[in-house]
């Protein structure tokens, strides 16, 4: 899908949208809000860090404006879901003022990670692009991973003292 098609698919859906932001969601690995009614101003949500221990939320927005005001709502319900980053994904590009708030939001870190901020602007355009590295969050827990045996072929042949040729 295109941004054209992407936009057809908003224009299409029904007047709540939730199949649209259900889609969009997904665009960038996060799971959509699945309870039903009012949600809120959260539309989907991810743990992340090393062992999952952190929340982020996301907040679909389609319309042709997105404003200051869509920022600072998502900043409120950040706080009050208890997240430590809030990604507001648009259909269309942000004003000016909107990126300069989430700038102002400041940064989460996790130690050993490089900090991401703490309130993050994502379009459309780019989470099709770039699916889920358009959303910066901490990267996954880089501890070394014990390898698992080697396991031997089936009738593998061996030599005079049992040992695989």
Same mark, same amino acid.
């Given at each position: ?11 299409? /859906? ?18 959509? *809000? %699945?309870?039903?009614?009012? $949600?809120?101003?959260? /539309? ?9 221990? #952190?929340?982020?939320?996301? =907040?679909?927005?389609?319309?042709? %404006? ?6 600072? =709502? +998502? $900043? ?8 430590? &980053?809030? @990604?507001? +994904? =648009?259909?269309e590009r942000p004003t000016e003022?909107? #990126? $300069?708030?989430?700038? *102002?939001?400041? &940064? ?7 900090? @991401? !901020?703490? +309130? ?7 989470? +099709? ?10 990267a996954l827990s880089a501890a !070394? &991973? ?12 061996? $030599?005079?003292?049992?040992?695989? =040729?």
């Open positions: 899908m295109d941004l054209d098609a992407a936009r057809d698919f908003f224009d299409r /859906d029904d007047k709540t949208k939730k199949e649209f932001e259900k889609w969009a969601v997904t665009r960038i690995g996060f799971l959509p *809000q %699945t309870k039903k009614g009012a $949600d809120g101003g959260m /539309d989907g949500m991810r743990w992340f860090g090393p062992r999952e221990e #952190h929340k982020a939320i996301v =907040s679909v927005k389609g319309g042709k %404006t997105v404003n200051v005001e869509m920022v600072r =709502s +998502l $900043d409120a319900v950040v706080k009050a879901q208890k997240a430590q &980053v809030g @990604v507001l +994904l =648009s259909l003022a909107a #990126h $300069d708030w989430a700038r *102002q939001g400041g &940064v989460f870190e996790v130690e050993g990670f490089q900090p @991401v !901020p703490r +309130l993050q602007i994502v379009t459309i355009e780019e989470a +099709l692009a770039l699916r889920e590295r358009a959303v910066r969050l901490p !070394p &991973v014990k390898a698992a045996p080697k396991e031997e072929a089936k009738g593998a042949v061996r $030599d005079l003292f049992g040992e695989p =040729s």
